[in-house]
T-cell receptor, first 114, second 115 residues
Framework: EAQVTQNPRYLITVTGKKLTVTCSQN?????MSWYRQDPGLGLRQIYY???????DKGDVPEGYKVSRKEKRNFPLILESPSPNQTSLYFC?????????????FGPGTRLTVL | AQSVSQHNHHVILSEAASLELGCNYS??????LFWYVQYPGQHLQLLLK??????LVKGIKGFEAEFIKSKFSFNLRKPSVQWSDTAEYFC?????????????FGGGTRVLVKP
């Protein structure tokens, strides 16, 4: 089944403890991105990747890192999480960076930083 | 930069009622327009999209949307809702001149359909 998977689905952590949220897609998509969803703000893009080893900042990149060493994986790294990073995170992928390609979303990761 | 506004944050209606959700965007260039739905506890799913051509587009589950270029609007409609339409709905745009396939989302509208 074609899908985007994320792990973990739920995570409670403490301020300053490094964490990684994994994202993987099995559709051979070139383009991947991370969004965070906050009430009343919709989804905002954190980082995106046009292809392997090509990443760039989205609208809210502060406090996050990403890497794209393989085409299928696009992990989101929080080196020193803070409470304002408590949010619902979605990974998405599309066939290419073209704006005409549908984006497919993962199931979401709910992160709480205490 | 583009922005998207959804004017209704919460909508409550009864089954069989008609639904219309407003969406306006701000951007001077050409955009693609989308409506996504998020059912409770689930990921976003594409309801419908507009790229060009007929400004009235039909999507899944009986939804349709109309693009009015002069008003920068892309309102979502459904003539008769069901309880299963309870969800959060997001309008989104991507600008053709922007890098990558970045979607800019509105704040979402929570719809509750009472049985």
């Amino acid at each position: 089944e074609a899908q985007v998977t994320q792990n973990p689905r739920y995570l409670i952590t403490v301020t300053g403890k490094k964490l990684t949220v994994t994202c993987s897609q099995n559709m051979n998509h070139e383009y991947m991105s991370w969004y965070r969803q906050d009430p009343g703000l919709g989804l905002r893009q954190i980082y995106y990747s046009m292809n392997v080893e090509v990443t760039d900042k989205g609208d809210v990149p502060e406090g996050y890192k990403v890497s794209r060493k393989e085409k299928r994986n696009f992990p989101l790294i929080l080196e020193s999480p803070s409470p304002n990073q408590t949010s619902l995170y979605f990974c998405a992928s599309s066939l290419s960076p073209s704006p005409y390609n549908e984006q497919f979303f993962g199931p979401g990761t709910r992160l709480t930083v205490l | 930069a583009q922005s998207v506004s959804q004017h209704n944050h919460h909508v409550i209606l009864s089954e069989a009622a008609s639904l219309e959700l407003g969406c306006n965007y701000s951007y001077g260039g050409t955009v693609n327009l989308f409506w996504y739905v998020q059912y409770p506890g689930q990921h976003l799913q594409l309801l419908l999209k507009y790229f060009s051509g007929d400004p009235l587009v039909k999507g899944i589950k009986g939804f349709e949307a109309e693009f009015i270029k002069s008003k920068f609007s892309f309102n979502l409609r459904k003539p008769s809702v069901q309880w299963s339409d309870t969800a959060e709905y997001f309008c989104a745009v991507n600008a053709l001149e922007a890098a990558g396939n970045k979607l800019t989302f509105g704040g979402g509208t929570r719809v509750l359909v009472k049985p």
